[in-house]
């Protein structure tokens, strides 16, 4: 976790030193933010049971390097929050888990104002929420994942999709990212084996 927030931290002052020595605007530092729409891929194991998606959030820096007219290098540093719901007839469960997602893009322009982006992605699980109800109570559990060998720790992934870019500063986008690697080796009725796959919806601002 230490090594974590150092890149993290190295990673936005890296930014601003490169915006602040910037002056025709190769490079440029942004924020975005959004919605996540998620849900698991089950894979081997027991997973004998059917799941839903689940609304949660994005938010974080990106970096916009320009290395062609219709090219640039464009990584990101997330807050992201994953998961999935299911219900049955003893009750409704949610897991949500809580990630450092950094994607490492490519944004290719497709048209004025339309790109393509794509890339790897690596995530961080930082911890995670589980949370059943049955009508009569309530059980919440919360996980650290510093102090649990439940779940791996870092998954890699892979990111697609679109950025519109309405104005030189404003942009929406939506893309799809889905994890390359299996939570667990070997699911369990508790930890079940799966991979993540979210669908993404938002704004972002640049600088």
């Known amino acids: 976790m230490k090594k974590l927030l150092i890149a993290a931290v190295a990673f936005v002052f890296m930014a601003a030193g490169v915006k602040a020595q910037s002056t025709d605007k190769i490079i440029r530092v942004g924020v975005k933010g959004g919605l996540n729409y998620s849900n698991i891929i089950k894979d081997d194991g027991n997973n004998d049971f059917k799941s839903d998606y689940l609304v949660g959030y994005n938010a974080g820096v990106t970096l916009d390097i320009k290395l062609l007219p219709n090219l640039a290098f464009t990584p990101e540093l997330l807050y992201s929050t994953k998961g999935y719901k299911l219900t049955s007839s003893f009750g409704k469960f949610t897991q949500t888990t809580h990630f450092i997602d950094l994607p490492i893009l490519a944004s290719i322009q497709l048209a004025p104002g339309l790109n393509l982006v794509a890339g790897p992605q690596v995530s961080f699980l930082l911890s995670t929420n589980n949370k059943f109800e049955n009508g009569f109570a309530v059980t919440e559990q919360k996980v650290v994942e510093d102090e649990s060998d439940r779940f791996k720790k870092s998954l890699l992934g892979g990111v697609i999709g679109a950025r519109f870019d309405v104005n030189s ?25 799966f991979k993540n796959q979210v669908f993404q919806v938002g704004l972002g601002v640049k600088f």
Request: aromatic letters at 16%.
């Open 169 to 193: 500063q404003f942009g929406i986008f939506g893309r799809y990212a889905l994890d390359f690697q299996k939570n667990n080796e070997n699911g369990t009725t508790t930890t079940p084996e």
